[in-house]
């Protein structure tokens, strides 16, 4: 089975025998599969009435098990955006009524970022779909090649993540 990278890689063969093209039949599947899964991403989202950006940071604030709360400054280490931007997020979903500010009870002059009711219906719903279309992308695969793929991956990926811990 042939795809539209074999036959870029092919012609670029062709036309640069003196270079190693091999990492594009890695790096262009990849590049492409991170389309169609930015696709999905939206298509979940929007069916939701979320931006990907909101996905993110009502999603950090589900995982962090109830009361669905962290300080603005655990946002930050989980969406790896600055401090301006994550406070006119936080604005932006309080006026959608998805999270709520509350008074850190440890430190007078901090706030608390809480998911509110509607907020934790919404990421749920839309993570829910979020994974039927992660399954539809990956239905191709058996179970135990997934799982390989997962591991490639992971080697791949941990070098960025140590970098940016």
């Known amino acids: 089975m042939k795809d539209e990278v074999d036959r870029l890689v092919a012609a670029w063969r062709r036309e640069r025998p003196d270079l190693d093209v ?10 492409r599969l991170a389309r169609h899964l ?6 979940a989202f929007a069916e939701h009435d979320l931006e990907a950006w909101e996905f993110d940071v009502l999603a950090a604030l589900r ?11 655990q946002l930050l280490t989980q969406t790896l955006v600055t401090s301006g931007t994550m406070t006119n997020r936080i604005d932006r979903l309080q006026a959608k009524g998805l999270v709520q500010r509350l008074p850190d009870p440890a430190d007078r002059r ?5 998911l509110t009711a ?10 829910a779909d ?4 992660e399954r539809q992308i990956l239905a191709s695969l058996r179970e135990d090649e997934r799982a390989t793929l997962a591991d ?7 070098p960025f993540d140590e970098n940016t811990a």
């Open 63 to 73: 995982r962090a098990g109830d009361p669905y709360q962290l300080s603005p400054g």
């Open 152 to 158: 490639l991956l992971r080697r791949l990926v941990a």
């Open 130 to 133: 979020l994974l039927s279309h």
């Open 110 to 114: 901090g706030v608390q970022v809480r």
């Open 22 to 31: 091999s990492p594009l039949e890695v790096l262009s599947r990849v590049t």
């Open 118 to 127: 509607e907020g934790k219906e919404r990421v749920d719903a839309a993570l």
């Open 38 to 43: 930015d696709l999905a991403r939206r298509t």
